[in-house]
């Protein structure tokens, strides 16, 4: 009764130990309870049946976590998880394009650093250098750097 109590425990861990590594990452209840699992398991080994068989039980503990993991990598249930799409979508660049340097322009929204202009009659995404600017207020394109266009309080 003593070696399959120990077997359930050991088993018990090894589940729980994949489970943590490879559905739900981080340290959460899963590794919590493989943990003491196989902590339990070897110290009723040694509490119960003795130096010799605790010995073994330790050594079986980490042949078997260190084996599930290896046979996990290895099997084709990771490649059935795993994530293999590529990211393909592209920057929006096109008001870029239509956007000059010294273009005017009106806010259409509150520029909390970033916001929505109208420039050209085209609403555009800009960025302010000039801080915070209200709905409504008068803008020139100061400059276009990596696809961000920067505006500032047109002062007449």
């Known amino acids: ?16 130990f994949l489970v943590e590594l490879f559905i739900i990452p981080g340290i959460s209840i899963a590794g919590l309870l493989a943990g003491g699992c196989i902590i339990y398991a070897n ?3 040694f509490a119960n049946l003795g ?3 605790g010995f073994i039980t330790l050594a079986i503990s980490i042949i078997t976590c260190v084996g599930s993991l290896v046979w996990f990598m290895r099997s084709k249930t990771l490649d059935k998880i795993a994530l293999k799409k590529n990211i393909t979508s592209k920057v929006d660049r096109s008001a870029e394009e239509k956007v000059k340097i010294g273009d005017t ?3 259409t929204t509150r520029l909390a ?12 995404e800009v960025k302010s250098t000039d ?3 209200n709905e409504k207020t008068p803008i020139i394109v ?5 696809g ?3 505006v500032e309080k047109n002062k007449p």
């Open 43 to 45: 110290y009723y080994a």
């Open 105 to 107: 322009g009106i806010t």
């Open 113 to 124: 650093l970033i916001g929505y202009a109208e420039i050209n009659g085209d609403i555009v």
């Open 1 to 16: 009764m003593d070696i399959f109590i120990i077997a359930i425990l050991i088993v018990a861990a090894v589940i729980l």
């Open 148 to 150: 961000v266009i920067l």
């Open 51 to 53: 130096a010799t068989a």
């Open 131 to 133: 801080g915070f600017l």
């Open 142 to 146: 100061n400059r276009i750097t990596d």
